[in-house]
Every structure is written in C-alpha cells, then in structure tokens.
C-alpha cells in the first residue's frame, strides 16, 4: 500500500526514473529522491576533501624543488587540486550543502577523503610517481564521472579530467627524466613505485562485493563502472606504462591472463586500507592537523570577505 507520501511523489519519481533511464542529466531544481540527493553530497564531498588534502602531500616538496622549471610545474598542479576541490564543493552546494558545514565535517573527521593522502612523499621521485600513477588512477576513475547522471557534478568533471591528464603527464615525465639519469636516480624511482602502487590500487575503493554504495549508484547512474572493473582497467593501463619506463610493480602476481585478456594481480591489503580509513594511517593526523589551521588561520579572510560584500549590498 503506497504511502500518502509516495502517491504524492509517484509522478515525479516517475519522471525521475525515466531521465536516469534515457541517460539525461539530472540538475539541481530537479525533484530527487532524498537518498539521491545524500549520496551525492556524500561522494561529492568526500571528492571534494580529497583535492584539497591531496594538495598537502606534493607541496611538501614545493620549497624543496630540484630546479625552478620543476617548482613552477609543481605549484601550478597543487594549484589546480584547489581548483578541483572548489568546482566540487560548489557542485555540492547546488544540492543543498553549505560549503562551511562541509569544511567542519571534514576536520572533525565525520566526513572522509581519498585513504591515498595519508601516505607521505618520502622523495622528489614521490612527486612523479603521485602524477604518474595517483593522478592516473583517479582519471581513470573520473572519466566516466563526465558521465554521472548529476548534471553539475559531470560537468565539473569535464575540466577536473583535463587538467589530471596534463598532472599524470607531468609525473610520467618526471620519472621518465629521472629514468635516463644515474643508477641512484633509477633507485629512486623503483622504491618509490613500489610504496604508491598498492595505495593507488586502493584509492578504487574495497572489493565490489564489500561495497555498500556501489549497487545503488550505479543504478542511479552516480557511477558508471565497479570499483573492482575500475581497479582492473587501472592495472592494464599501468602495466605497459611501466614497461616503458622500466620499473616493475611489487606484485609477484601481476600477470597477463590470455583467457581473461587482462592481467592477473594480487590482492591488495584490505585491512591496511580499514585501518587508513579509520584514521590510522601514517599521516591522517598531520594531514587534519594542517586543514584545521589553515581554516583557523583563514577565518579573518572569510569574516573580512563576508563584511566587504555586506558593505557592497547596502551601497548598490
Ligand atoms: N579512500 O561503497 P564504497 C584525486 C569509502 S582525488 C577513502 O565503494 P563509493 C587527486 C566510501 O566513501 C581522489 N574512503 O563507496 C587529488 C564509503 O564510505 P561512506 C578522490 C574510501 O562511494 C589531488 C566506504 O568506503 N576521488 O584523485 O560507492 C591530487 C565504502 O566504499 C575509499 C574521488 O573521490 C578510499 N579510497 O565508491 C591528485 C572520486 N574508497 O561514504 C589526485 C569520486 C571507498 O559510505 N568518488 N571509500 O562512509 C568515487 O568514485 C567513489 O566515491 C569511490 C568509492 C570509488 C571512491
């Protein structure tokens, strides 16, 4: 028996139902179903936060650059995740979130970011192999995002994806330079793949099977693809890439499976990733930390830019 509330709601959820089925966008003055609406504020969010903490763990590295060109590349990335993190936080915004209310969520720990973050950038070579392989796993798992059924949030993605590629590039790069350098250099390069790689392979979430969100968004059309099938499209993309560089991954697993025309690869470890994600990973602290003073620190800009458009107001 259909609630009052449902029969009321019946012919716009039907319409609902049919622009998710025909593959159009769904944009903010739409009716959404409310649990529509609460899981995209969530993943947007955690979205969002991941940008703006991702920017702690290369600008670790920007006061200590080997050369003014790898400075000027490198302050220019972690300038672009804070572009990325406000596109997204604006994009939660138009489904209802107040950017304030997301930023305390974030440094009181209710709300989470990217398990990738929490693991520190021991070396310059860190650098590239966070282009390289970090950016790279999150264009693979955002290029389908240009696709989300949320118009906004799509749309923000277009331009997030195309500043990722130059980011990955830039890191491919790096690495690549490093590569034709002195035996040290390659050293370099090899131990700090072997640290990124599982943590990159984990940014695609926990198995599907362990997902909660993942039936239901995909239903909603939020996302496009499985954690599992994008964590595998990853490994195949990744595979020759390193070839080509002439770095090996550290998984004694890792190979191409002729039947399955994909590679083989280990299981990563799980429970080092619940652990991360409970805020015990090797840098979640100082990572909340340094949000909360920075936030702190800023509130005289916030406070002084609210008062100026105040004083614009009542002069216009
Ligand atoms: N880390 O049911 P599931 C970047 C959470 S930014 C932490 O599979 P869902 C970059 C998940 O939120 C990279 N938490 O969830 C920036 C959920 O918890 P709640 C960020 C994770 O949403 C600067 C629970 O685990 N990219 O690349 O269906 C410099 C169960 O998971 C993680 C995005 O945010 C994780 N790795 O799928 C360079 C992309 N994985 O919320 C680079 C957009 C899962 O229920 N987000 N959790 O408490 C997504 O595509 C999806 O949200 C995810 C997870 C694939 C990440």
């Avoid at 039907?14 to 944009?27: G, K, M, S, V, W």
């Avoid at 950017?99 to 709300?111: A, F, P, S």
């Avoid at 979430?205 to 599992?228: A, C, F, L, V």
């Avoid at 399955?260 to 990973?281: C, I, Q």
Wanted: proline content about 6%.
């Amino acid at each position: 028996m259909p609630t009052a509330h449902t029969s009321e709601m019946g012919p716009l959820q039907t319409l609902f139902d049919e622009t998710i089925a025909n593959e159009q966008r769904i944009e903010p003055r739409d009716w959404m179903p409310d649990g529509y609406r609460r899981s995209l504020i969530r993943q947007i969010a955690q979205h969002a936060h991941s940008e703006i903490i991702g920017m702690q763990p290369e600008g670790n590295w920007l006061t200590r650059a080997p050369s003014l060109r790898r400075k000027a590349i490198l302050m220019a990335k972690v300038q672009d995740e804070a572009g990325h993190g406000l596109y997204l936080y604006s994009a939660a915004e138009t489904l209802g979130a107040d950017r304030g209310d997301l930023t305390v969520q974030l440094i009181e720990g209710k709300q989470k970011y990217s398990s990738i973050f929490n693991y520190p950038t021991l070396t310059y070579a860190d650098v590239g192999t966070i282009g390289w392989l970090v950016d790279g796993a999150a264009i693979c798992n955002q290029v389908p995002l240009c696709r989300s059924s949320f118009g906004p949030y799509a749309r923000a993605m277009i331009r997030v994806c195309k500043e990722e590629s130059f980011h990955q590039r830039q890191g491919y790069e790096l690495l690549m330079t490093m590569m034709r350098g002195t035996d040290e250099q390659r050293a370099m390069v090899q131990e700090s793949v072997n640290r990124w790689w599982w943590p990159a392979l984990m940014m695609f979430g926990p198995p599907d099977d362990e997902s909660p969100n993942t039936e239901q968004s995909m239903k909603w059309g939020i996302k496009r693809h499985t954690n599992d099938e994008l964590r595998q499209r990853f490994v195949d993309m990744s595979v020759p890439q390193a070839e080509a560089l002439g770095v090996t991954f550290p998984d004694p697993e890792l190979k191409w499976c002729p039947r399955r025309e994909a590679h083989d690869f280990g299981e990563p470890d799980w429970a080092e990733f619940m652990a991360v994600l409970k805020g015990n990973g090797a840098c979640n602290v100082e990572r909340i930390a340094n949000r909360r003073a920075a936030h702190e620190d800023g509130a005289w800009v916030r406070e002084a830019a609210t008062a100026f458009a105040a004083r614009e107001k009542a002069a216009s």
